[in-house]
């Protein structure tokens, strides 16, 4: 059973987290002392729980709780070797956690535990962080909150940092919490509310002072032509740019990107002192981990044409590499780990918005939320005085920290469709549902097209949230729609790498029967489809120089030909056509085209529930029930062939076991003698 103190404090912290106005995702950490019997003596013992290394407050739970010896972790002050080796405390925590320990201790646990109060917050509210980074935030601190809260300067997290918030706290019995200079804020309490009542008032008292005394333009006057393009032009603008860009900042790793077109980050953008601020970089440690020091941002106006835009952030990456590199080479010291990429994470746009690119599309959109943190504190930061992040040589230390790195180290590997995005057509059932989830489950970003969006959205929800897909409405045979669909891939991931073209339907009609509206309907979903679909999509791989792949749900019944199916298997064969000749055409891009031949697939398929399976059924003259069966039967395995089977085998052609492979038909009908490719 939970410990009532530590019950309270996952309370205080699930309240605190839920409002992004307290601190950043995953930001901060608060921590509560108080008393449990030890097992092994039956003595009361002290204990601290505090948020463990990683995860966010506002989900916090008690798995997320590191839990110490209280006695044990303050004895850590007998053997602090000083400032230099303050790193070396962290493994030592080790030797004061209570039982199994809970969470990994982070890299605050010290300040938790040294504050002599049995609560304590340490939180990354904007307004906090404004004062922290203003020029004068000493002074305002004194001005703000009066000897209630009392300024610390900056000191990279740590032992002595724990070590010198104790002693503010001796030293001010008067004071309920204190500013981090370049950082955040400090609150403590003699009970949970009181201490999370502290917290409160710090944030709101700044929020309120900067509301108050801020200088009405803090990003300054209005940029002619830099001001926000309307929403569709934002968005087409940005769609436009999103895959040159995803590939040149991909020049080091592979990343998926999001796009933002959040007011502030378009207001920010179409002021004056923007450029000056974006090179300044963000402050909080937190924040420039994940968006690295600085922003790649265009130095063109919201109305340059795309072709200007792209040429102009090419020669920009280029710089930033190089200015990158750079910072690296002056900074770093004999034991500092190598270079983690020099591409930028994230990208301004003026009059278009922000992209910010990660490893996942959970750490890319979390990027993109620290920079929209870092705006908020360089608006209060200069509404009030004028913005001073933390210098460019604590910077480094912080981002190429050996713990971070032990961190990043830890990790666990990626799967093996990590940073791909995927492109699935008629993905809402059947086939292209299989699909989609396997895609998802190795990994890959997942868009989901199909005819009907709540169909689509409801497919893509059962996948998973919208990190990891999305559903889109989408006919194939409408041009526009097409061209939507992967605006929204390209929107949503920041590019897209596997297309499969799997959206079909299907009429069991002898010739004489056949109409020309079955006919036309058939190649218009399949043949035309696919080709709208490929032809959308290609240029995407061709812009991001990512090569990519593309796949058709073809047919055993490309091949194969037999009765009262004319229109569906002529169709099929064009589809299957097609990878051939986009194979051959592709190839020098880097991206291979192949084809999957399934058959029987009857379970979870639409197509088999319409009537095609009841039809089909009749001329073989079986149950409808008995299909699967009566299929399995005809074939060499004697297997039912399900849409997981398609599904793998869409999996594999994506993988680098298959990197030399474009042109191929993969059949999976668990062998028919009559389809055999030749
Ligand atoms: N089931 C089989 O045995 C079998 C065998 C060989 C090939 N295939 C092919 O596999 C693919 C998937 O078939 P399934 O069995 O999963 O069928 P299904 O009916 O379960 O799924 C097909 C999906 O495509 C969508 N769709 C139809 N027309 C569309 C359009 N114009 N635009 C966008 N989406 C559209 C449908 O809404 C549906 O969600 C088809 O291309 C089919 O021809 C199926
Ligand atoms: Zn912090």
Excluded at 170 to 184: K, R, V
Excluded at 314 to 324: F, G, K, M, S, T
Excluded at 330 to 349: H, K
């Amino acid at each position: 059973m939970t410990n009532a103190t530590a019950a309270a404090l996952i309370s205080r912290s699930n309240r605190l987290g839920a409002d992004p106005k307290n601190t950043n995702y995953a930001g901060g950490n608060t921590s509560a002392k108080g008393t449990e019997t030890d097992p092994v003596t039956g003595e009361e013992i002290q204990l601290l729980w505090v948020k463990g290394s990683g995860g966010d407050l506002g989900t916090l739970s008690e798995p997320g709780l590191a839990v110490l010896r209280l006695d044990r972790m303050r004895d850590l002050t007998n053997v602090y070797p000083g400032v230099d080796r303050e790193d070396e405390m962290v493994a030592a925590l080790d030797y004061t956690l209570h039982g199994k320990g809970g969470a990994a201790p982070s890299i605050d646990t010290p300040m938790h535990g040294l504050v002599d109060a049995a609560h304590v917050d340490h939180l990354h509210p904007d307004a906090g962080i404004a004062i922290a980074t203003a020029a004068d935030g000493e002074a305002l601190t004194g001005t703000i909150f009066g000897d209630r809260v009392v300024w610390v300067p900056w000191r990279r997290p740590g032992f002595q940092l724990g070590l010198d918030i104790a002693a503010i706290k001796d030293a001010n019995p008067q004071a309920i919490g204190c500013i981090l200079g370049g950082h955040g804020i400090t609150a403590w309490g003699d009970t949970s509310s009181v201490c999370e009542a502290n917290s409160l008032w710090i944030i709101d008292t700044a929020t309120a002072y900067i509301a108050e005394h801020s200088s009405p333009e803090p990003f300054g006057a209005e940029l002619t032509g830099f001001g926000a393009l309307s929403e569709a032009d934002r968005r087409a603008k940005a769609a436009a740019l999103a895959p040159t860009l995803r590939g040149l900042v991909s020049t080091d790793s592979t990343k998926v990107g999001h796009f933002t077109d959040a007011p502030e980050v378009l207001d920010f953008l179409s002021r004056s002192e923007h450029p000056r601020l974006a090179a300044l970089g963000t402050s909080c440690p937190d924040h420039f981990l994940r968006t690295k020091v600085k922003p790649l941002l265009l130095d063109l106006p919201a109305e340059a044409s795309v072709e200007d835009s792209i040429a102009r952030l090419q020669e920009l990456h280029e710089a930033y590499r190089a200015d990158y590199q750079a910072y690296y080479d002056r900074n770093r010291a004999a034991d500092s780990p190598a270079i983690r990429g020099a591409d930028p994470l994230i990208v301004l746009i003026p009059g278009v918005g922000m992209f910010s690119y990660g490893a996942n599309k959970q750490t890319a959109r979390v990027a993109g939320e620290f920079y929209l943190n870092a705006i908020n504190v360089m608006r209060g930061a200069e509404g009030l005085s004028s913005y001073a992040p933390i210098d460019e040589a604590e910077k480094f230390k912080i981002e190429y920290w050996a713990l971070e790195e032990a961190k990043l180290q830890r990790m666990p590997t990626p799967k093996p469709l990590a940073t791909r995005v995927a492109l699935v057509t008629g993905a809402a059932s059947g086939i292209g549902k299989a699909i989609a989830t396997r895609l998802a489950a190795e990994g890959a970003c997942v868009v989901i097209a199909d005819l009907d969006l709540a169909t689509a959205q409801a497919a893509a929800a059962e996948i998973g949230n919208q990190d990891v897909a999305i559903g889109v409405q989408a006919n194939v045979t409408v041009e526009a729609e097409v061209q939507a669909s992967v605006d929204a891939a390209v929107l949503a991931f920041g590019g897209l790498d596997l297309v499969v073209n799997n959206a079909g339907l299907s009429l069991s009609k002898s010739l004489l029967e056949t109409t020309v509206a079955d006919w036309d309907l058939q190649h218009n979903v399949m043949a035309k489809g696919s080709f709208l679909v490929s032809r959308a999509a290609a240029k995407v791989l061709i812009e991001q120089k990512l090569g990519g792949d593309i796949i058709y749900i073809s047919s055993k019944n490309s091949v194969f030909a037999g009765p009262n199916n004319i229109a569906y298997s002529a169709t099929k064969a064009d589809q299957a056509h097609q990878v051939r000749l986009l194979a051959a055409e592709l190839g020098e891009y880097g991206v291979k085209v192949n084809g999957i031949n399934p058959d029987g697939v009857v379970r979870g398929s639409g197509i088999f529930a319409g009537g095609w399976g009841a039809k089909r059924a009749a001329v073989y003259g079986v149950a409808e029930d008995d299909l699967g069966t009566y299929y399995a039967q005809r074939t060499l395995l004697k297997r039912e062939v399900l849409p997981e089977n398609v599904a793998n085998a869409v999996f594999v052609l994506c993988t680098s076991d298959l990197s030399h492979t474009t042109g191929l038909h993969i059949p999976v009908d668990a062998g028919v003698a009559a389809a055999f490719l030749r």
